[in-house]
């Protein structure tokens, strides 16, 4: 193999790869239709140019054929007129014109053939352009869905969506996180201030005893709602056990 063939091959392919890599469907597919409707025109003017030319074939052989005919009547005239000579004359006429027709009919039925076999070439042409244009559009929206496609899987493909997930997992579990803490510090908080009404219900009862105490010893009276019921006489030994025992209360109370 040559060098010049080596050469000739590899730029044919590398411009047929070019021309491949070029190619746009949507708009191979407009040309195309143009192409074929331009072969449409040509077709049809091609068609009706032989139409014409069969015509005109068709008008010369009638006419052959009308003057042989009328040759043929001149020269039985003449015959029975008794001019022989005139007859032979119009004999020959005849004979050139019925050799005319004959060659304009074999030359109409060559034409007729001809005709007939571009009207189904234009039959046909017309059919395939009309298959065409319903087909354009529909491969034209499935070009453009499997660009669409493409373009979808390409953007899908470089995105990093294993990390992108991590990254999502990360954040749910630190929200998961954040609403533990803020549900936990409510809770204290609802528990701190139980605690502080406990303890004020507390304060508030010994504060009713310790009124009463008093009021016992001060020889006074206490609701009878607030102390239990009981004897209210006090004699010496009693007033200092209740001292005793308040002095324990106020101990008790301080370590509160």
Do not use: C
């Amino acid at each position: 193999m040559g060098l010049f063939d080596r050469v000739s091959r590899v730029v044919r392919s590398n411009l047929n790869a070019a021309v491949s890599a070029a190619e746009d469907p949507e708009k191979i597919l407009d040309q195309a239709i143009v192409d074929m409707t331009e072969d449409l025109v040509q077709m049809r003017q091609a068609v009706a140019t032989a139409i014409a030319s069969q015509k005109r074939v068709e008008q010369q052989y009638t006419k052959a054929s009308n003057e042989a005919n009328t040759w043929q009547q001149r020269a039985q005239l003449a015959l029975q007129k008794g001019d022989e000579e005139l007859a032979r004359q119009a004999l020959l006429r005849k004979k050139t014109q019925a050799e005319t027709a004959m060659a304009l009919k074999a030359q109409l039925d060559t034409q007729s053939a001809t005709v007939d076999q571009l009207k189904r070439n234009l039959i046909g042409l017309e059919s395939k352009l009309a298959e065409a244009k319903t087909k354009k559009d529909m491969l034209k929206a499935r070009a453009s869905a499997a660009k669409a496609t493409e373009q979808l899987q390409s953007t899908t493909s470089s995105l990093n969506t294993s990390s992108a997930m991590a990254a999502f997992e990360r954040m749910e579990e630190k929200v998961l996180q954040m609403e533990a803490k803020s549900q936990a510090v409510a809770e204290l908080a609802g528990a701190d201030l139980e605690s502080q009404f406990m303890s004020l219900e507390a304060g508030g009862d010994v504060d009713l005893e310790l009124a009463a105490m008093k009021a016992q010893l001060s020889g006074g009276t206490v609701d009878q709602g607030q102390l239990p019921a009981g004897n209210t006489t006090t004699t010496p030994q009693d007033t200092a056990v209740v001292d005793a025992e308040l002095e324990e209360l106020r101990a008790q109370i301080d370590n509160i």
